[in-house]
Protein backbone atom coordinates (compact mmCIF):
# COMPACT_ATOMS: atom_id res chain seq x y z
CA UNK A 1 0.00 0.00 0.00
CA UNK A 2 1.24 3.31 -0.59
CA UNK A 3 2.11 5.84 1.48
CA UNK A 4 0.10 8.54 2.31
CA UNK A 5 1.02 11.74 1.04
CA UNK A 6 1.27 14.71 4.37
CA UNK A 7 -1.49 16.54 2.61
CA UNK A 8 -3.58 13.45 2.55
CA UNK A 9 -3.09 13.13 6.22
CA UNK A 10 -3.74 16.62 6.76
CA UNK A 11 -7.56 15.85 5.14
CA UNK A 12 -7.91 13.22 7.44
CA UNK A 13 -7.30 14.85 10.54
CA UNK A 14 -9.17 17.70 9.52
CA UNK A 15 -11.88 15.03 9.16
CA UNK A 16 -11.40 14.02 12.89
CA UNK A 17 -9.10 11.05 12.72
CA UNK A 18 -6.53 11.74 15.16
CA UNK A 19 -4.23 8.75 14.55
CA UNK A 20 -3.47 10.90 10.74
CA UNK A 21 -1.91 13.84 13.15
CA UNK A 22 -0.40 10.80 14.86
CA UNK A 23 1.42 9.79 11.05
CA UNK A 24 2.45 12.92 11.03
CA UNK A 25 4.05 13.73 13.94
CA UNK A 26 5.62 10.45 14.21
CA UNK A 27 6.92 11.17 10.24
CA UNK A 28 8.52 14.75 10.97
CA UNK A 29 9.36 14.42 14.74
CA UNK A 30 12.95 13.52 14.28
CA UNK A 31 13.54 17.23 12.45
CA UNK A 32 11.66 19.03 14.98
CA UNK A 33 13.48 17.21 17.88
CA UNK A 34 16.92 18.04 15.68
CA UNK A 35 15.99 21.62 15.50
CA UNK A 36 14.56 21.81 18.92
CA UNK A 37 17.16 20.19 20.98
CA UNK A 38 20.26 21.75 19.30
CA UNK A 39 18.74 25.01 19.62
CA UNK A 40 17.48 24.66 23.68
CA UNK A 41 19.97 21.47 24.38
CA UNK A 42 18.38 18.04 25.49
CA UNK A 43 16.19 19.30 27.93
CA UNK A 44 12.68 18.86 29.78
CA UNK A 45 12.00 21.78 27.75
CA UNK A 46 12.82 20.38 24.86
CA UNK A 47 10.15 18.11 24.62
CA UNK A 48 7.47 20.31 26.11
CA UNK A 49 8.63 22.27 22.77
CA UNK A 50 8.64 20.02 20.63
CA UNK A 51 4.53 18.76 21.78
CA UNK A 52 4.00 22.61 21.17
CA UNK A 53 5.00 22.64 17.79
CA UNK A 54 3.06 20.27 16.90
CA UNK A 55 -0.37 21.36 18.81
CA UNK A 56 0.30 24.82 17.53
CA UNK A 57 0.66 22.78 14.38
CA UNK A 58 -2.84 21.21 14.90
CA UNK A 59 -4.86 24.30 15.54
CA UNK A 60 -3.65 25.71 12.69
CA UNK A 61 -4.51 23.26 10.02
CA UNK A 62 -7.64 24.44 8.90
CA UNK A 63 -5.33 27.86 8.16
CA UNK A 64 -2.68 25.30 6.51
CA UNK A 65 -2.52 26.32 2.82
CA UNK A 66 0.23 24.34 1.61
CA UNK A 67 2.45 26.80 0.30
CA UNK A 68 5.18 25.65 1.87
CA UNK A 69 5.81 21.76 2.88
CA UNK A 70 4.55 20.32 5.89
CA UNK A 71 8.56 20.10 7.15
CA UNK A 72 9.06 23.59 6.47
CA UNK A 73 5.94 24.97 8.30
CA UNK A 74 6.77 22.52 11.95
CA UNK A 75 10.58 23.88 11.68
CA UNK A 76 9.47 27.17 11.13
CA UNK A 77 7.39 27.04 14.49
CA UNK A 78 10.26 24.90 16.04
CA UNK A 79 12.89 27.90 15.42
CA UNK A 80 10.43 30.30 16.88
CA UNK A 81 9.39 28.61 20.24
CA UNK A 82 13.07 27.60 20.59
CA UNK A 83 14.09 31.40 20.15
CA UNK A 84 11.35 31.83 22.57
CA UNK A 85 12.65 29.50 25.50
CA UNK A 86 16.30 31.31 25.15
CA UNK A 87 14.94 34.88 25.64
CA UNK A 88 12.85 33.39 28.49
CA UNK A 89 16.35 32.03 29.90
CA UNK A 90 18.03 34.90 28.87
CA UNK A 91 15.85 36.61 31.36
CA UNK A 92 15.94 33.95 33.98
CA UNK A 93 19.52 34.18 33.74
CA UNK A 94 19.47 37.94 34.36
CA UNK A 95 18.66 37.33 37.67
CA UNK A 96 20.81 34.09 38.46
CA UNK A 97 23.86 34.47 36.72
CA UNK A 98 27.73 33.59 38.91
CA UNK A 99 26.98 30.61 40.20
CA UNK A 100 25.79 28.63 37.01
CA UNK A 101 28.44 29.99 34.65
CA UNK A 102 30.54 29.20 36.98
CA UNK A 103 29.57 25.53 36.95
CA UNK A 104 29.55 25.20 33.45
CA UNK A 105 33.02 26.91 33.42
CA UNK A 106 34.30 23.60 35.87
CA UNK A 107 32.56 21.02 34.34
CA UNK A 108 33.83 22.50 30.50
CA UNK A 109 37.42 21.88 31.92
CA UNK A 110 36.67 18.33 33.35
CA UNK A 111 35.21 17.09 29.86
CA UNK A 112 37.55 15.63 27.54
CA UNK A 113 35.47 14.65 24.56
CA UNK A 114 35.47 16.64 21.96
CA UNK A 115 31.48 16.08 20.89
CA UNK A 116 30.84 17.50 24.44
CA UNK A 117 32.72 20.51 24.08
CA UNK A 118 31.33 21.31 20.94
CA UNK A 119 27.61 20.87 22.21
CA UNK A 120 28.65 23.26 24.98
CA UNK A 121 30.16 26.10 22.47
CA UNK A 122 27.34 25.50 20.29
CA UNK A 123 25.07 26.63 23.05
CA UNK A 124 27.15 29.67 24.38
CA UNK A 125 26.15 31.02 20.50
CA UNK A 126 23.77 34.05 20.53
CA UNK A 127 20.08 32.95 19.22
CA UNK A 128 20.61 34.39 16.24
CA UNK A 129 23.60 32.51 15.39
CA UNK A 130 22.49 29.42 16.82
CA UNK A 131 19.19 29.29 14.29
CA UNK A 132 21.23 29.64 11.97
CA UNK A 133 24.09 27.23 12.87
CA UNK A 134 21.21 24.35 13.57
CA UNK A 135 19.92 24.73 9.82
CA UNK A 136 22.93 24.39 8.26
CA UNK A 137 25.35 23.10 10.15
CA UNK A 138 23.76 20.64 12.31
CA UNK A 139 20.14 19.96 10.16
CA UNK A 140 22.29 20.32 6.58
CA UNK A 141 20.12 22.36 4.98
CA UNK A 142 21.07 24.59 2.41
CA UNK A 143 22.09 28.56 2.70
CA UNK A 144 19.11 29.02 0.77
CA UNK A 145 16.32 26.81 2.61
CA UNK A 146 17.86 28.91 5.66
CA UNK A 147 17.25 31.84 4.66
CA UNK A 148 13.66 31.08 3.34
CA UNK A 149 13.32 29.16 7.05
CA UNK A 150 14.37 32.13 8.75
CA UNK A 151 12.90 34.82 6.39
CA UNK A 152 16.58 36.59 6.69
CA UNK A 153 18.73 37.47 3.42
CA UNK A 154 21.29 34.77 2.25
CA UNK A 155 23.60 37.22 3.25
CA UNK A 156 22.90 37.23 6.72
CA UNK A 157 22.76 34.15 6.98
CA UNK A 158 26.27 33.81 5.55
CA UNK A 159 27.55 36.18 7.65
CA UNK A 160 26.02 35.13 10.33
CA UNK A 161 27.40 31.12 9.64
CA UNK A 162 30.78 32.77 9.44
CA UNK A 163 30.35 34.47 12.77
CA UNK A 164 29.30 31.54 14.80
CA UNK A 165 31.70 28.84 13.09
CA UNK A 166 34.51 31.31 14.46
CA UNK A 167 32.95 31.75 17.60
CA UNK A 168 33.13 27.55 17.68
CA UNK A 169 36.45 27.56 16.34
CA UNK A 170 37.99 29.86 19.07
CA UNK A 171 35.91 28.39 21.83
CA UNK A 172 37.46 25.29 20.59
CA UNK A 173 40.95 26.22 20.25
CA UNK A 174 42.61 24.10 22.83
CA UNK A 175 40.73 21.11 22.34
CA UNK A 176 41.43 21.22 18.13
CA UNK A 177 44.80 20.06 17.48
CA UNK A 178 46.17 19.24 14.14
CA UNK B 1 47.95 41.15 -2.38
CA UNK B 2 47.42 42.79 1.20
CA UNK B 3 44.71 41.20 2.91
CA UNK B 4 44.96 40.83 6.63
CA UNK B 5 44.09 38.27 8.89
CA UNK B 6 40.47 38.98 9.23
CA UNK B 7 39.34 39.19 5.67
CA UNK B 8 41.86 35.81 5.21
CA UNK B 9 39.70 33.87 7.82
CA UNK B 10 36.91 35.53 6.37
CA UNK B 11 37.01 33.96 2.96
CA UNK B 12 37.66 30.99 4.52
CA UNK B 13 34.81 30.61 6.51
CA UNK B 14 32.79 31.60 3.40
CA UNK B 15 34.33 28.90 1.33
CA UNK B 16 32.69 26.71 3.09
CA UNK B 17 28.75 27.85 2.59
CA UNK B 18 28.87 30.15 -0.69
CA UNK B 19 30.75 30.00 -4.18
CA UNK B 20 33.67 31.98 -4.37
CA UNK B 21 34.94 34.01 -7.46
CA UNK B 22 37.73 32.21 -9.44
CA UNK B 23 40.06 35.19 -8.12
CA UNK B 24 39.31 34.28 -4.34
CA UNK B 25 39.22 30.71 -4.94
CA UNK B 26 42.76 31.10 -5.84
CA UNK B 27 43.71 33.51 -3.66
CA UNK B 28 42.66 31.10 -0.56
CA UNK B 29 44.44 28.11 -2.09
CA UNK B 30 47.48 30.30 -2.37
CA UNK B 31 47.30 31.53 1.21
CA UNK B 32 45.83 27.96 2.59
CA UNK B 33 49.41 26.69 1.31
CA UNK B 34 51.89 29.56 2.92
CA UNK B 35 49.70 30.24 5.80
CA UNK B 36 49.91 27.41 8.39
CA UNK B 37 47.94 28.99 10.68
CA UNK B 38 44.74 29.10 8.42
CA UNK B 39 45.42 25.98 7.02
CA UNK B 40 44.69 24.87 11.05
CA UNK B 41 41.89 26.88 11.10
CA UNK B 42 40.29 25.43 8.05
CA UNK B 43 41.10 21.71 9.57
CA UNK B 44 39.11 23.10 12.77
CA UNK B 45 36.44 24.32 10.81
CA UNK B 46 35.98 21.01 8.80
CA UNK B 47 35.98 18.94 12.43
CA UNK B 48 33.47 21.14 13.90
CA UNK B 49 31.26 20.74 11.38
CA UNK B 50 31.95 17.27 10.60
CA UNK B 51 31.20 16.49 14.40
CA UNK B 52 27.62 18.76 14.08
CA UNK B 53 26.42 17.19 10.92
CA UNK B 54 27.22 13.87 12.49
CA UNK B 55 24.57 13.42 15.18
CA UNK B 56 22.01 10.33 16.09
CA UNK B 57 18.58 11.07 14.78
CA UNK B 58 16.52 12.69 17.47
CA UNK B 59 13.44 11.72 19.29
CA UNK B 60 11.58 12.95 22.22
CA UNK B 61 11.11 10.02 23.73
CA UNK B 62 9.07 7.00 23.88
CA UNK B 63 5.73 7.64 22.84
CA UNK B 64 5.64 11.28 22.07
CA UNK B 65 3.17 11.10 19.15
CA UNK B 66 0.78 9.64 21.61
CA UNK B 67 1.29 12.40 24.31
CA UNK B 68 0.79 14.54 21.83
CA UNK B 69 -2.59 13.28 20.39
CA UNK B 70 -3.24 12.88 24.66
CA UNK B 71 -2.77 16.76 24.52
CA UNK B 72 -5.25 17.26 21.87
CA UNK B 73 -7.99 15.29 22.97
CA UNK B 74 -7.86 17.07 26.37
CA UNK B 75 -7.44 20.17 24.48
CA UNK B 76 -11.24 18.97 22.54
CA UNK B 77 -12.96 17.87 25.93
CA UNK B 78 -11.90 21.73 27.32
CA UNK B 79 -15.76 23.22 27.96
CA UNK B 80 -13.32 26.35 26.78
CA UNK B 81 -12.29 25.07 23.76
CA UNK B 82 -15.87 23.55 22.99
CA UNK B 83 -17.73 27.19 23.25
CA UNK B 84 -14.65 28.65 21.15
CA UNK B 85 -15.40 26.31 18.29
CA UNK B 86 -18.79 27.00 18.60
CA UNK B 87 -18.50 30.90 18.31
CA UNK B 88 -15.96 30.42 15.74
CA UNK B 89 -18.07 27.79 13.41
CA UNK B 90 -21.13 30.30 13.87
CA UNK B 91 -19.13 33.91 13.90
CA UNK B 92 -19.64 34.67 9.77
CA UNK B 93 -23.52 33.74 10.50
CA UNK B 94 -23.59 36.28 13.49
CA UNK B 95 -21.40 38.66 11.98
CA UNK B 96 -23.93 38.53 8.83
CA UNK B 97 -27.06 38.90 11.10
CA UNK B 98 -25.66 41.92 13.41
CA UNK B 99 -24.77 43.82 9.37
CA UNK B 100 -28.15 42.96 8.12
CA UNK B 101 -29.88 44.55 11.36
CA UNK B 102 -27.76 47.06 10.66
CA UNK B 103 -28.42 47.82 7.05
CA UNK B 104 -32.03 47.57 8.14
CA UNK B 105 -32.18 50.30 10.93
CA UNK B 106 -30.13 52.46 8.59
CA UNK B 107 -33.05 51.72 5.43
CA UNK B 108 -35.81 52.91 7.68
CA UNK B 109 -34.72 55.37 9.89
CA UNK B 110 -35.08 58.86 8.57
CA UNK B 111 -31.60 59.82 9.27
CA UNK B 112 -27.77 58.38 9.14
CA UNK B 113 -26.69 59.09 12.81
CA UNK B 114 -25.19 56.77 14.93
CA UNK B 115 -27.92 56.43 17.19
CA UNK B 116 -30.47 55.64 14.36
CA UNK B 117 -27.74 52.93 12.87
CA UNK B 118 -28.35 50.97 16.32
CA UNK B 119 -31.77 51.29 16.24
CA UNK B 120 -31.79 54.19 19.00
CA UNK B 121 -33.28 56.80 17.12
CA UNK B 122 -34.63 59.60 19.81
CA UNK B 123 -38.70 59.50 19.83
CA UNK B 124 -40.30 62.81 21.12
CA UNK B 125 -43.63 63.22 23.00
CA UNK B 126 -45.64 63.86 20.09
CA UNK B 127 -44.19 60.60 18.58
CA UNK B 128 -45.23 58.41 21.88
CA UNK B 129 -48.43 59.85 22.19
CA UNK B 130 -49.49 58.77 18.01
CA UNK B 131 -48.29 55.62 19.15
CA UNK B 132 -50.52 55.92 22.36
CA UNK B 133 -47.64 55.07 25.06
CA UNK B 134 -47.46 58.45 26.06
CA UNK B 135 -51.28 57.67 27.17
CA UNK B 136 -50.69 54.27 28.20
CA UNK B 137 -47.66 55.41 30.89
CA UNK B 138 -49.51 58.21 32.43
CA UNK B 139 -52.50 56.22 33.01
Known sequence: MAQETDDQLIDQTIGGDLNAFKLLVQRHESKVAGVVKSMVGATEEAADIGQEVFIRFYQSLSKFRGEASVGTYLIRIAINLSLNELKKRKQRNLFFTSAEEGGHVAASENRQDLKEMITIEFDKLDPEFKSVATLRLVEGYSTEETAQLLNIPLGTVLSRLARAQKKLRIGLDKHLKF | ?139
Open chain 2, 1 to 139: MGMDKNKKEELLLHSFDAELSTEEKAFLEKELAADWKLKQAQQAIVKIRELLAAHQPESFGAFFAERVANRIRSFHQNVEYQLFAFFKRYQGVAIGLVIALLVINVVFADSFSLQSILGLENETINDLVQLDLYNGLIK
